[in-house]
């Protein structure tokens, strides 16, 4: 369903869904732009899956310049609808290069239950393509996926038990899609038909940014909204970017147009965690680097994301327009850098390109990561919340005994808001697979890496990794057992049979090949429990390196590596 020219009959249709959905006022006459739910009820509700559709379907029979599509279906088989806003409007991935414009990719609704980043872009879409004067998207093109996990949308439930930290609206949908994954714990594992949908759209259109939409969960901060760029310090390029360059102009000008207060997302130390390792008794600190979290995932491809956290106890108005007004304010300073934002996806993707033929090309690649423990120090927004003296619930969100008291005030404290690596690895010019990996091989491709198959036996000078210790989670999680491998990678010519996988380094997602493949990397295969029982101490690690690639071209040219694109994706 990929078309900005609705049938006739669904031109009807639509007519007939818009009259009902703006109150049957619109009988005669053009058909008028739609309202979202909560814009339909005073904020007391958020769209239902269907509503989505029904905003969507009423949007394409505006004549405006969107494109309507579906990024692939749920695992209970709904559509996840998309829609690409930009004049001139692009239908295809080729279309869109030819216009030479930042791609940004706005996720909503990952977690079903967080539900104001799939209303807030749902009326921004709208508003940007009905807007008679030129705006951002004469200079950009945005792709929005409003409710990219609808399974976990349609579970409408009360918040009180759905979304327990958070101000309303009275029914929202879970946490996790149908299966019971955690949709922002599975963008390296992809276990998910979501993910995969994604991936194939990130692969399809590489996104210059990519914006993921949340509701935050706890403390009482004095912000709209919090925010985070790619934390994992392998995102050289458009972490850093982000960070130091983007999202301080854009806490200005929250600040300066909307009167809101944003800043670095994070927990009260009090309320969360002690930082290990730190004797800080209160702090602010943020969460995690690494890339099972689709923003980290998304800098380690050497693009720009950003999460965005909106106020869980603010009600559900005041969160859609400071989201609103967020991903409004991102997409216009994407315009206004356009050239610059282009260049550093050039520069990101060209970067690995040399590896394994030039020794002074390569760039170390942090592959463990830990939270820098010198923070600065900073003034950060507090509420006070204060006893009741009974045990009532003062308002959803606020645990019992307990009320907000509006009294916000900065305090100095240190801020825990970046990590640093903690082992890095020299890119190898190639990894190499075993013939019979192929579930290896499959996950490598849906991450969008090509990978080659060798059509004869070779060996070549490199490297095996020596297993010492191999440490599993006593739980699942996510259904997977966590694993953890040490040892030791010992150089030697390695014999590799026929079939054997070439994973090369030199690709545009050459960071991510080898934080996947190292068996030491803190969220690679490995963690994720893809070689099983394989892993153990004294054998050697499945995947092996290989240093120098053209010496094999050269020393035995007829046995070159073939492509071989016959393993279609599938769940393992
Ligand atoms: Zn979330």
Not at 91 to 112: C, E, F, K, M, S
């Amino acid at each position: 369903m990929r078309s900005g020219q609705p049938s006739l009959v669904a031109v009807s249709m639509m007519i007939l869904t818009l009259a009902c959905s703006t109150g049957g006022s619109q009988r005669h006459g053009p058909p008028s732009p739609p309202r979202t739910r909560p814009e339909a009820t005073a904020y007391r509700e958020t769209s239902r899956y269907a509503d989505v559709r029904n905003f969507l379907d009423s949007l394409s029979v505006l004549g405006l310049p969107l494109t309507f599509g579906s990024i692939g279906k749920t695992t209970e088989g709904r559509e996840i609808p998309y829609v690409i806003a930009s004049r001139p409007a692009v239908a295809t991935p080729a279309d869109a290069r030819r216009l030479q414009r930042p791609i940004v990719y706005v996720q909503g609704n990952i977690h079903g239950g967080e539900v104001e980043g799939k209303d807030a872009l749902l009326a921004l879409v709208r508003d940007l393509a009905i807007a008679a004067r030129p705006n951002v998207l004469d200079s950009i093109i945005l792709i929005a996926v409003p409710v990219y996990n609808a399974d976990g949308n349609e579970r409408f439930g009360p918040q009180s038990r759905n979304r327990t930290d958070q101000n309303g609206p009275e029914l929202v949908g879970v946490r996790a899609n149908a299966q019971n994954f955690d949709l922002n714990r599975d963008y390296v594992k992809a276990d998910a038909p979501e993910t995969r949908a994604s991936l194939a759209m990130f692969n399809a259109w590489d996104p210059d940014v990519f914006v993921d939409l949340h509701t935050t969960n706890g403390s009482y901060h004095g912000y709209a909204l919090t925010y985070s760029p790619s934390l994992n310090p392998a995102a050289v390029f458009g972490g850093l970017y982000a960070r130091d360059s983007l999202l301080p102009v854009l806490r200005e000008r929250m600040r300066s147009r909307h009167r809101r207060e944003v800043f670095d997302y994070g927990n009260f130390l009090s309320d969360e965690r002690a930082v290990p390792e730190s004797t800080a008794k209160e702090g602010w600190a943020t969460y995690d680097a690494r890339p099972r979290f689709g923003t980290n995932y998304y800098g380690m491809r050497g693009r720009i994301a950003i999460l965005a956290e909106a106020y869980s106890h603010d009600p559900l108005d005041r969160r859609i327009s400071a989201t609103y007004a967020f991903v409004s304010e991102i997409l216009s300073l994407v315009g206004e850098r356009a050239a610059s934002i282009r260049s550093l996806s050039e520069r990101a993707s060209g970067q690995p390109l040399a590896w394994g033929r030039a020794p002074d090309s390569l760039q170390m690649v942090p592959i463990r990561s830990e939270l820098v423990l010198t923070p600065s120090t900073l003034e950060v927004i507090r509420e006070a919340v204060e006893p009741t003296g009974d045990s009532s619930v003062t308002e959803p969100g606020m645990r019992r005994g307990f009320r907000r008291t509006g009294r916000f005030t900065p305090v100095r404290m240190p801020v825990f808001d970046r990590f640093t690596s903690a082992l890095d690895r020299i890119p190898p010019a190639a990894y190499v697979v075993a013939p019979g990996d192929t579930a290896i091989v499959r996950l490598l491709r849906i991450h969008g890496i090509r990978v080659e198959r060798s059509d004869s036996a070779w060996s070549a000078r490199g490297e095996a990794f020596t297993i010492d210790t191999v440490i599993s989670a006593t739980r699942l999680f996510q259904a997977r057992r966590e694993t953890r491998v040490q040892g030791k990678w010992d150089r030697a010519l390695q014999a590799f049979p026929t079939g054997s996988f070439i994973v090369s380094t030199a690709q545009p997602l050459g960071t991510l090949v080898v934080y996947l493949l190292e068996p030491e990397s803190e969220d690679g295969l490995a963690t994720w429990n893809f070689f099983g029982a394989r892993l153990k101490k004294g054998e050697k690690f499945p995947v092996r390196k290989v240093l120098d690639l053209s010496r094999r071209g050269r020393s035995r040219p007829r046995r070159s590596s073939t492509v071989v694109n016959t393993i279609p994706p599938r769940n393992e």
